[in-house]
Each structure stands twice: as C-alpha cells, then as structure tokens.
C-alpha cells in the first residue's frame, strides 16, 4: 500500500472511540433527572405557596370568626348561615348567573364567527390576528375605565354615536335594565383575542380534503361549516365553553371599576360581594365561606360537564 493510499485510509476510518463506561452513564443520567426533578420542584413551590395554601387557608377561616389582628375562633357553620341570609346574596347569584347566560349568548359565538372569517382571509392575516387580540393586551382595569368613558351617559362615545344616527340614547352601565349586559359587551371585548385564536388554530387543523370532498357532494357554505367545521372543532368548542363558564361565573373587575355593583345592586356578583365581605365588612370569615360556595359550584359543574361531555363523545365513537 503506498503512502497516499495510507493516508487515505487513515482520513476514510475514523479512530474508533470506546464507550463511556456505565457508571458514567448511570451518573450523567441521574443528573439529568435531578435537574428535570429540580425544576418540577420550583412549579409544585410555586404553586403551593400562591395556590394551594390559599385555597385551604380559605376553607379554614370559612368555619372561623376571623379579623385581621385577632385571634381565630371557631364558628362552625355560621358563616354560612349568616352569608346566606344575607339579602344580597341572592341578588348577587342571580346576577352572575344572568352575566353567564348572557356571555354564552353573545360572547360565545362571535369569536367563533371571526376566526371562520380570519381563516378565509388570503392578505393581511397578521395585521388583522394582532388586531384582534390587541385587546387582550390591554390590562383589565384599563379596558374597563376605556368602557366607562365609553358609557357615560353625556358624553359618551356611545351616545354620541347614536346621536349622529338619529337614534335614542341609552343609560348603558347607569340604567338597571342595560347594565349587565352593557357589561357582558365590555368582557367579550377584553377576552375574545385569545379564544379567537384558539379557533383559528383549529380550524387551520382541519384536512382540507374534507372541504373538497364535501364540495363535491354539493354542500354548500352553512353545510360545509355544520357538517365538517363544528364536527372537528367539537372538543376545542366543548372545553372553550367550560372555561368561559368558569370564568364569567367569577366575573369582577368590570363591576368593581365600572358600575360599583349598581344601580340598586344590579351588576353585584358573588364575586365582588366576597370582595365587600373582606374588604369593606371586614368578615373574611363570610367571605371564605362565600368562596367554598363558589368553589364548590364550580367544582361540582365542572365535573358533571367533562362527564357529559366524555359521555358523548364515547357515543360519536
């Protein structure tokens, strides 16, 4: 073999190297866990310190006469009793429920109907994606003090609108009748980039071949969107519409900013009497008891829901 042929075969085979031994790999292994372990560790932290802690505190004091400064005493369930009994307690459950059936109403299929839109569009896809969600960017107390100007019933922008239609002004936030829903508007407003999005990117999962095929049998736009669209978005649909159930349920900064639970306790919700037991009473132990009623209520729909739901979608199957 001569020299060139030598050096060729040198550059051709790579040295062979010998393996790491085992304990080495036992050791870089571990370490890797330990760090992955490390890191959950900091979530579980996290979340115990702000979340649960608070979450159990809150069950404590709910059977507990407590007052910043005082030492805790045992009440059983007098807390409840007393919340209970309380005439705005009603007032307030009957409000959030309206809130949330108005929301499911109104707020619950426009997001739905503007990602179809955005997802026809052929130019300007991200001007008009950041356009949408530029809401959501806003802080909350922001939007809500945009809304309030926006309602004043003398120089608002709404009226003035109406005004240059020729159309009969409203009270908006200031009228018992109008309030909530005038509310309802200001949430949809703040919340709905993120859930149009989540629709955009579920329909932008959807094969297009089914479009094609059912093109072909003839359907039409309306068909096309109850028989191929709504079909393979269901599940995004279903939980989307638990989470603003949730949500809307435990409704507070548009009536705290806005309207201050009026006029004559029309936009009070559970929520924001558990902030006028705490913060204004102060009887954090009504205002624990409060809670664990909402929490329960929640926890408890929650539940029949994802049942229901898993129930139905095991009989599509």
Same mark, same amino acid.
């Given at each position: 073999m001569t020299k060139t042929a030598e050096r060729l075969h040198e550059v051709a085979v790579p040295p062979i190297q010998a393996p790491t031994p085992a304990g080495d790999r036992r050791?870089? %292994?571990l370490a890797d866990q330990a760090r $992955? *372990? !490390?890191f959950l560790l900091g979530g579980l932290l996290c979340f115990a310190l702000f979340s649960w802690y608070p979450a159990i505190r809150a069950v404590v004091i709910a059977f507990q006469k407590y007052t910043p400064g005082s030492d805790p005493e045992w009440v059983g369930t007098a807390n409840f009793t007393? +919340?209970? *009994?309380?005439? =705005? #307690?009603a007032a307030a459950w009957r409000n959030t429920f309206t809130f949330t059936l108005l929301a499911l109403l109104i707020g619950f299929a426009i997001p #739905?109907?503007?990602?179809?839109v955005l997802n026809e569009l052929r130019h300007a896809k991200a001007f008009f994606r950041v356009v949408v969600y530029l809401p959501v960017m806003i802080p909350p +107390?922001? &939007?809500a003090l945009l809304w309030k100007w926006f309602y004043d019933p003398g120089a608002g922008l709404a009226n003035e609108a109406?005004?240059?239609? *020729?159309?009969?002004? &409203?009270n908006w936030s200031n009228g018992t009748d109008t309030a909530l829903v005038s509310l309802v508007i200001v949430a949809t407003w703040a919340t709905m980039g993120g859930t149009v999005l989540i629709y955009l990117a579920a329909l932008q999962s959807i094969p297009g071949e089914l479009y094609e095929a059912a093109e072909l049998d003839g359907a039409n736009l309306l068909q096309r969107i109850r028989h191929v669209t709504i079909p393979q978005t269901r599940f995004a649909i279903l939980m989307l519409m638990l989470l603003q159930i949730i949500a809307t349920m435990q409704v507070f900064t548009e009536p705290f900013v806005i309207t201050g639970g009026g006029p004559e306790n029309a936009t009070v919700t559970v929520l924001y009497l558990i902030y006028k037991y705490a913060f204004l009473y102060n009887d954090f132990g009504g205002a624990c008891a409060l809670s664990v009623m909402l929490l329960l209520l929640l926890g408890a729909f &929650? $539940? !029949?829901?994802? %049942?229901?739901?898993? &129930? $139905? =979608? !095991?009989?599509?199957g």
């Amino acid at each position: 073999m001569t020299k060139t042929a030598e050096r060729l075969h040198e550059v051709a085979v790579p040295p062979i190297q010998a393996p790491t031994p085992a304990g080495d790999r036992r050791r870089r %292994r571990l370490a890797d866990q330990a760090r $992955a *372990h !490390g890191f959950l560790l900091g979530g579980l932290l996290c979340f115990a310190l702000f979340s649960w802690y608070p979450a159990i505190r809150a069950v404590v004091i709910a059977f507990q006469k407590y007052t910043p400064g005082s030492d805790p005493e045992w009440v059983g369930t007098a807390n409840f009793t007393r +919340v209970w *009994h309380d005439p =705005e #307690f009603a007032a307030a459950w009957r409000n959030t429920f309206t809130f949330t059936l108005l929301a499911l109403l109104i707020g619950f299929a426009i997001p #739905f109907v503007m990602a179809l839109v955005l997802n026809e569009l052929r130019h300007a896809k991200a001007f008009f994606r950041v356009v949408v969600y530029l809401p959501v960017m806003i802080p909350p +107390v922001v &939007s809500a003090l945009l809304w309030k100007w926006f309602y004043d019933p003398g120089a608002g922008l709404a009226n003035e609108a109406l005004r240059l239609l *020729h159309l009969p002004t &409203s009270n908006w936030s200031n009228g018992t009748d109008t309030a909530l829903v005038s509310l309802v508007i200001v949430a949809t407003w703040a919340t709905m980039g993120g859930t149009v999005l989540i629709y955009l990117a579920a329909l932008q999962s959807i094969p297009g071949e089914l479009y094609e095929a059912a093109e072909l049998d003839g359907a039409n736009l309306l068909q096309r969107i109850r028989h191929v669209t709504i079909p393979q978005t269901r599940f995004a649909i279903l939980m989307l519409m638990l989470l603003q159930i949730i949500a809307t349920m435990q409704v507070f900064t548009e009536p705290f900013v806005i309207t201050g639970g009026g006029p004559e306790n029309a936009t009070v919700t559970v929520l924001y009497l558990i902030y006028k037991y705490a913060f204004l009473y102060n009887d954090f132990g009504g205002a624990c008891a409060l809670s664990v009623m909402l929490l329960l209520l929640l926890g408890a729909f &929650s $539940a !029949g829901y994802l %049942r229901l739901t898993r &129930s $139905a =979608e !095991g009989d599509l199957g």
